[in-house]
Nanobody, 124 residues
Framework: VQLQASGGGLVQAGGSLRLSCAAS????????MGWFRQDPGKERKLVAA????????YYVDSVKARFTFSRDNDKNTVYLQMNSLKPEDTAVYYC??????????????????WGKGTQVTVSS
């Protein structure tokens, strides 16, 4: 299984970036995909998640209305469109794939597979 993440970079506050994560080597129909971010020395935290099958999404409060998580099932690729970026969004972003509890929703994703991180830096 491979998750290939891309799209990070340096942007000024208020700008936009789009992260991509291409998945291969596994059937992900029952999986969720998540974007996590991690600051140095801190815990990796879920930012957003999406169900491959239903497209249902979850966003942490701090990114709601600014980030949009979408998927292209034909390309086995998910995208995180990040608008109105803030300096506090600066982190290494990781995509992950895993199963989730249907009752709790995609926010309950337990990652089995990780992609390599991509750095997002937002300057003030």
């Amino acid at each position: 299984v491979q998750l290939q993440a891309s799209g990070g970079g340096l942007v000024q506050a208020g700008g936009s970036l789009r992260l991509s994560c291409a998945a291969s080597g596994h059937t992900f129909n029952n999986y969720a995909m998540g974007w996590f971010r991690q600051d140095p020395g801190k815990e990796r935290k879920l930012v957003a998640a999406i169900s491959w099958s239903s497209g249902s999404t979850y966003y942490v409060d701090s990114v709601k209305a600014r980030f949009t998580f979408s998927r292209d099932n034909d390309k086995n690729t998910v995208y995180l469109q990040m608008n109105s970026l803030k300096p506090e969004d600066t982190a290494v972003y990781y995509c992950g794939a895993g199963l989730y509890n249907r009752y709790s929703g995609v926010r309950s994703i337990r990652v089995d597979y990780w992609g390599k991180g991509t750095q997002v830096t937002v300057s003030s």
